[in-house]
């Protein structure tokens, strides 16, 4: 059996070391997590319900401890850490309503009665990045369970230990064992097994749109259930009529939120030519002020890159002679730092300006007139989140239906909310997470009817 050692991202000293599981291990947790959700779905809805609540006060007993564990595991700024947990436990209280409500429908139909009810999948297979370790998890384990499926999850190998921890927590709100595992290892044997394995009904994942493609090729096999989280290189457009001073001040955080290791990032920032100076002029402080540093420190907003890889990664797409703007700080020495970077002028076919960085890098570019703005924030094979600042309503509601993308604010980079619909158009994804309707998507439709004569 192989192992992993977490490594602080801020200080580059192991953590602790992980066992992998192995494709054995996983097919006897698959085969558990088939046995219990025999059990599960059983479970009056209204007790499913309350273990649901259960599982999310246990959360909530713990949010100190499993936002520790992530500032420790995976560089996330204590602040931010302590929202990510708290955000577990709302969406486990959120979905918690979701057992009673899970309503069919009864349909007109001559000569008896016909009903629709929604039926758990079955197993659901779970792969989860390292960007947010702890919400995406609870993104596909709360409407999972609630619709009586059982969960196997697999954290990413990087970033394991807050996944674990909520694993045993489940356990202690009193969750039946095999309705949640979580199977530390790799996503060449575990999360392979999850795919490959028939009992697996459905496959949740969120990561690289180059996995997410070879899952898509491998849940075809079973004509498995699949929802994919995936890449983005989302733009925030800025027109003239908008308030530049909000709009400069907010952008940093809306790229460099974690890094930049968002999916949703606005890494292609979209000006009005006429206000483009007033806007680098503002943005320049902005960006500056950014406080990067010790994620245990309660004041700092931007942490580490996961790994030293991965900062190799993303100092690939800043060359030497990169049009590099203006730069934020970073701390020197032990760990994985990369500071704030605003790339301006690029190129449009600049490997910056194409592609995800996964990094907190942004690029600048000026466009002439709202077709324009419209064409350039289309011009990417992704479409998964993006902003517009205007004062204009209708410019706003006009920019908003042509930018192809699935999640979008207005004067505002809004974060996921749990109880509002979340995915991407185009390669970001398949699917959606979250809001009302989420518990829809594990399950099938079954139709009866009644006859009466
Ligand atoms: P991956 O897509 O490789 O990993 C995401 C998850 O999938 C991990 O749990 C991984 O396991 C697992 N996995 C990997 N290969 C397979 C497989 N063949 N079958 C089943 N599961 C698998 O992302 P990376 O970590 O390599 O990141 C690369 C880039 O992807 C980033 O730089 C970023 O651009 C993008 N990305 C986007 C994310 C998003 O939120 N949309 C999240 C993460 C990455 P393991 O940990 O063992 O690799």
Known sequence: MTSYTVINPATERPVTQIEHTTAEQTDAAIERAARAQEAWRAVAPGDRGRLLRRFAEEID???????ALETTGSGHPVGAATWEAGQVRDVLAYYAAAPERLTGKQIPVPGGLDVTFKEPLGVVGLIVPWNFP????????????????TVVAKPAEMTPLTAIRIGELALAAGLPEGVF???PGKGSVVGQRLVDHPLVRKIVFTGSTEVGQQIMA???RHIKRLTLELGGKSANIVFADADIERAAASAPYAVFDNAGQDCCARSRILVESSVLDRFMELLEPAVKSVRVGDPAAADTEMGPLISGAHREHVASYVPADAPVAFRGSAPDGAGFWYPPTVLAPVAAD?????EEIFGPVVTV????????AITLANDTPYGLSGSIWTENVGRAVRVARAVETGN?????????????PFGGFKQSGLGRELGPDAVDAF?????LFIATN
């Open 365 to 372: 570019t000026p466009f002439a007139d709202e077709a324009e």
């Open 61 to 67: 007993a713990h949010v100190d401890e499993l936002a």
């Open 408 to 420: 979008l604010s207005v004067n505002s980079h809004s974060s996921v909310r749990y109880w509002t």
């Open 134 to 149: 702890m919400p995406i998890l609870s993104w596909g384990l709360a409407p999972a369970l609630a619709a009586g499926c």
């Open 350 to 354: 600049a490997p910056a300006y194409t």
């Open 181 to 183: 595992q979580v199977l």
């Open 443 to 447: 399950t099938d439709v079954k139709n």
């Open 218 to 220: 491998g849940c075809a």
